[in-house]
């Protein structure tokens, strides 16, 4: 049976390992990152809609914030459906990348007033820069992705959700015999040509597309 090594953080990787485990394979869950809260405003004047690009922000802003009334506008399905679990009551999802959720507010958010994007200290896109002219975006940092320091386990297949996984992952290489899942290109591309891995990227911005691009686990003879 293939061994998965699950690199993304907690609660994700136990969702991710659930989902492996399901589909046949053996998953390894060793999170190479950590996601830690920050303090900060939740509740700045003038913010007409709020805009997601991670359940991580997401889980992170409704624990400091009790506003659920503003339109909410996601990068993506799961994203959507973490703001919707926690009471947000008007909520869109672009179902694709950062500048499918940039052309989606461009086209659909409030003109007037501005739109909060809490998110990570270090985010892996600059959702305003995407948007200058058309929509004014202030980024909030209210979560950290700090490495972990853990030590590689015994795998056959990586999985990579964020670019800063990747990275953390090739400082630890190269190794061999092994394949790498990125769940875009850019994460893919900070993995570098160095690895020694076999690397695929997934069809679309989605665990579901990652998971197919694992392809289906090999049976015991």
Do not use: C, Q
């Not at 939740?42 to 997601?52: C, D, H, I, K, N």
């Not at 679990?85 to 500048?99: E, Q």
């Amino acid at each position: 049976m293939r061994r998965v090594w699950v690199t993304r953080a907690e609660p994700g990787a136990t969702r991710t390992a659930d989902r492996l485990t399901a589909l046949g394979f053996a998953p390894v869950v060793a999170p190479l990152l950590e996601i830690r809260p920050i303090r900060a405003d939740p509740e700045p004047g003038g913010v007409t809609a709020l805009a997601f690009t991670s359940r991580n922000g997401v889980d992170a802003f409704a624990s400091r914030s009790r506003e659920r009334a503003l339109p909410v506008f996601t990068v993506g399905d799961a994203t959507a459906d973490a703001a919707r679990a926690h009471g947000f009551t008007t909520v869109r999802s672009a179902a694709g990348a950062l500048v499918d959720l940039a052309e989606m507010l461009a086209a659909e958010a409030p003109k007037e007033g501005l739109v909060l994007a809490p998110g990570a200290l270090e985010p892996a896109g600059d959702l305003p820069a995407l948007l200058a002219g058309r929509v004014r975006v202030r980024m909030l940092p209210v979560y950290e992705a700090v490495e972990t320091g853990v030590a590689p386990p015994s795998f056959d297949a990586v999985l990579l959700h964020s670019a800063r996984a990747a990275r953390a992952l090739r400082a630890r290489g190269p190794f061999r015999d092994a394949s790498a899942i990125a769940l875009s290109d850019s994460v893919a591309s900070a993995l570098g040509d160095d690895s020694g891995l076999e690397i695929r990227v997934a069809a679309a911005p989605g665990e579901s597309a990652l998971l197919e691009a694992l392809g289906k686990p090999a049976r015991p003879v």
